[in-house]
Structure formats: structure tokens, C-alpha cells
């Protein structure tokens, strides 16, 4: 949910700061679809038709694999000012997931602070007491009063921070020169007529002059 806060708070930052908006065309992020494809898997992973039907077997599958195929993705595009954040924060929910079997596991005290139980059908977070690399899992909370508010990880948290780090970024970057047309900016050479002729000064011939 992380994610769903980064990109308002990212732009609004990078406008205090002086930033352009237009400037966002300007950001060549590479191997979008594998990354949009990766999070759709996901959207429908978890939704409710499929979370109460699917193998958990397959459903831990796919989990891992689409998470990787994000990461993959994402890592195309460090060279991009705070894509090194996401990175390092994907890398680490995604270690933490293989860890625990294919799931992410959430702690006690952070799903008591939300007042939510441990999920039924199947789900990317599962309750565990003691969880391999614990510190990487899902023990944060985000307050109840805030829209969407759930569970989350440093992970999650190093995510939502390169997001802003990559819009700020973007948004301060040198507005970029306007091309000109070539028949502009190409200089006319000293030879050269422009109204079709060789440019070249003719001094007429005596018998020219005088008429003879």
C-alpha cells in the first residue's frame, strides 16, 4: 500500500521543490509490460474468486514468480535516480517470501494493530510466531485512520521511498532544448542565393556599361 502513497506524496515533493510535472514524459523506464504483468498476476492471485479456489501449492508458485519478474524488471531500470531503493527493498521482500515457504509472514502485534484476524482462503501473508528473517517481514503497521492501511515490511517501506526519490527526480530534470527544423537552424552558406542562385557577385562587363 505503500506504493499508493509514494506517487502522490513523490509528485506533490517534487513540485514543492520546484519540479515539472511534463517532465515525467521524459523518464525512460524499461521493461514496463514485464513489471505491470508481474503486479497484474498478483491483482488476480488475490482476488476473491481465485483466492478460494486455488492450490496454494501453485498460488506460492506464482506468488514467488511474479515477485521475481517485478524485481527483474525493476532492476533493468537502477541506473535511475532511486530505483536502487525500490531494488533493495523488492530484493528484500522477495528474500524474505523464499525464506518462509512462499509466504510473507506478518506478526502478531502489527495484525492486532490493525484489528484484522489471519486470513482463511489463501493469501501472500500468513501468521507466523517466529518466522525466518523476521526482521524483514511484515512486523510494521501503518495507523488505522489512514485510507487503505495494512500490515507492511522495511521492505515495503524502502520501496515506497524510491518511488519518491525516482518521481522527485524526474520531475527536477533540465527542461530539455526544443529541436529546431533543419531548414531553420541550417545556416545559409555565403555562396548561396536564396531566391534560387548561386550567390555569387557578378560585376558586369564594360561593353555592358556603355551599351556598345
Known sequence: MFILYAVPVGLLLGWLLGGRLSALAALQFRWAPLIVGGLL?????????????????????LYVASTGLVLV???????????????AGAASNLVAIVANGGYMPVSVAALAAQGRSPAV??????????????????????????????VFSIGDLLIGVGVVVTIVAA??????????????????????????????????SRTEVTGG
Request: zero cysteines; hydrophobic letters at 40%; charged letters at 15%.
Open 171 to 204: 520531475m527536477r530534470l533540465p527542461a530539455q532544448a526544443v529541436p529546431v527544423p533543419e531548414s531553420v537552424s541550417r545556416p545559409v552558406r555565403p555562396d548561396t542565393d536564396p531566391n534560387g542562385g548561386d550567390g555569387r557577385t557578378t560585376v558586369p
Open 121 to 150: 482462503d489463501f493469501s501472500n501473508s500468513r501468521l507466523e510466531a517466529h518466522p525466518a528473517l523476521e526482521p524483514l517481514t511484515d512486523i510494521l503497521s501503518m495507523p488505522t485512520w489512514m485510507p487503505f492501511s495494512n
Open 73 to 87: 524488471g525493476v532492476l533493468r531500470n537502477i541506473r535511475l535516480p532511486g530505483i536502487a531503493i525500490v531494488v
Open 41 to 61: 498476476v498478483q491483482v488476480a492471485l488475490f482476488s476473491g474468486p481465485v483466492t478460494s479456489r486455488i492450490d496454494p501449492t501453485v498460488g506460492t508458485a
